[in-house]
């Protein structure tokens, strides 16, 4: 038990552990893609993986043990603008990064 007397609750995981995670999950989707991505844009990807998974942080810990959740939000809220920024079809990138994810 933790010190408050409870003993399942749900920890948030820290920035610095989501932003990680978010650059691994894109790293693994563009080796899958078969597709060059350069710097700058796979940054610019991140930080915008970052910012959405910040702002919906509540269900997606929520929602942790359940990734083909997690991977249909991905496709519906990130998938549009990394597709736009890294110049590549949505459907590709959503199949790349289910297969990358485990979804």
Same mark, same amino acid.
């Given at each position: 038990m933790n010190s408050n007397g409870q003993k399942h609750q749900q920890q948030l995981p820290t920035a610095r552990k989501v932003r990680r995670a978010c650059q691994n999950e894109l790293y693994r989707t563009a080796k899958r893609l078969? &597709?060059? /991505? #350069?710097? +700058?844009?796979?940054?610019?990807? =991140?930080? *915008?993986?970052?910012?959405? /998974? *910040? =702002?919906?942080?509540?269900?997606? /810990?929520?929602?942790?043990? +359940?990734?083909?959740?997690?991977?249909?939000?991905?496709?519906? &809220? /990130?998938? #549009?603008?990394?597709a736009e920024l890294w110049d590549i079809e949505p459907a590709r990138l959503c199949k790349a990064f289910r297969d990358a994810y485990g979804a």
């Open positions: 078969n &597709h060059w /991505v #350069p710097r +700058n844009k796979m940054e610019a990807a =991140a930080e *915008l993986y970052f910012k959405k /998974v *910040l =702002a919906n942080m509540a269900w997606i /810990v929520e929602q942790q043990n +359940n990734r083909k959740k997690q991977a249909d939000w991905w496709e519906e &809220h /990130v998938a #549009p603008e990394i």
